[in-house]
């Protein structure tokens, strides 16, 4: 199984080609995978919202994470022989996965599993080897595509509300918890814009272009962006309402970071990042040609507003504070 797992950067490339509408077959070509494992993939790991159909489709940070996701809930019944031992015995004698499930969790057992993690198992070349799905109450060769439930009405519904925000994140007493926003210049250039994000506790401030105001363009183009960064350094993001932040359903099954909404017309509560704003438009004013900006000009605008010292860290630096946080996680 091992030589069929693909790797993030391969993951990657099929979400460009597809969205290039480059065929599948081209696409393995590419990347020297056989077509097989290229669709299967697709197929697996493909991204579904209910409430937004239009967001649906192939994203590979988000196939990466599935595709890990599923393969630690596999190797826990590999490993783990005595709890495996227990739930195939249960299996041959008509348990479903959630009964068996739900017995270990009624039981107090310090070892358990999810009925999740039973199907990927009976689901995995180990568990088909041994074909165990014969056993389910389906008996199924094969198993239909899940895709989480998600609650239907609102873009931001009310459980994301900066009001349903932990009260320690507006105290700013812990690290990771951002602030994000888009910076939109004159239209003479065009869709260009460049999104701003800011830690709240040390003010620790990222700036990246973007070609487009495509929610789908931006929340990969963030993933990207963050996701190098331990997980918890980027526990959540405030945004406001706008249409571009529409895609924050991408960014926890992503990179596990969590989405927060400021009320309509309220900009002041995410006032960290209208401050990093105001400040950036020094160097990025309306009229700036953000099509001719390098990523190195991006980095050092980003340098200077990290290394100036703010009254509010003591007089340290963004980059400063930023780094002593990192160095707590270690």
Known sequence: MAHTELNLRERRTIEDMLNAKIPVREIAAEIGRHVSTIYRDIKRN?????????????????????????????????????????????????????????????????????????????????????????????????????????????????????????????????????????????????????????????????????????????MDKLMTVMEPLPQTARKSITFDRGIEFRNWRKLEPGIGTEAWFCDPQAPWQKGSVENLNKRARRYLPRDAPVAALSNQDMKSICDRLNGTPRKCLGWRTPTEAFREELMKLR
């Not at 409430?51 to 393969?71: F, I, K, M, S, T």
């Open 46 to 218: 493909r991204y579904a919202d209910e409430d937004l159909p239009e967001l649906n489709g192939y994203y590979g940070v988000v196939a990466q994470r599935a595709a890990v996701q599923r393969r630690a809930r596999r190797q826990k019944l590999v490993r783990l022989v005595g709890l495996r031992k227990a739930v195939i015995k249960q299996l041959k004698e008509g348990w479903s996965p959630e009964q068996i499930a739900g017995r270990l969790f009624f039981e107090g057992q310090k070892v358990r599993v999810s009925h999740e993690t039973i199907y990927a198992y009976v689901y995995s070349p180990d568990g088909q080897s041994k074909e165990l799905a014969r056993y389910l109450p389906n008996r199924r060769k094969k198993r239909r595509p899940h895709h989480s439930r998600r609650s239907r009405g609102l873009v931001f519904p009310p459980d994301r509300s900066i009001h349903e925000r932990p009260d320690y994140v507006d105290t700013r007493e812990t690290f990771g918890e951002w602030e994000g926003d888009l910076m939109i210049f004159e239209r003479a250039q065009g869709k260009m814009n460049v999104a701003s994000l800011i830690e709240r506790k040390t003010r620790f401030a990222v700036l990246f272009r973007n070609n487009d105001r495509s929610t789908t363009h931006l």
